[in-house]
């Protein structure tokens, strides 16, 4: 799996997890304006882990 980053037509920063299938199957939801805030919000999706809760809604 890969982590992908770019602009959008607003020129703002997203992203997206592309599969090894070449299929998405995660983005930002939401354009950044700085690189940086859009980095973060990578890092916050790749802490999760195993022992992160999933809520049945």
């Not at 997206?16 to 299938?21: H, V, Y």
Request: hydrophobic residues 35%.
């Amino acid at each position: 799996m890969n982590f992908h980053i770019y602009r959008d037509h607003n020129n703002e920063w997203r992203w997206f997890l592309q599969a090894a299938n070449g299929r998405r199957i995660a983005d930002s939801g939401e354009g950044y304006h700085n690189e940086k805030d859009c980095i973060d919000a990578i890092s916050l999706v790749m802490g999760t882990n195993h022992q992160t809760p999933v809520n049945f809604v």
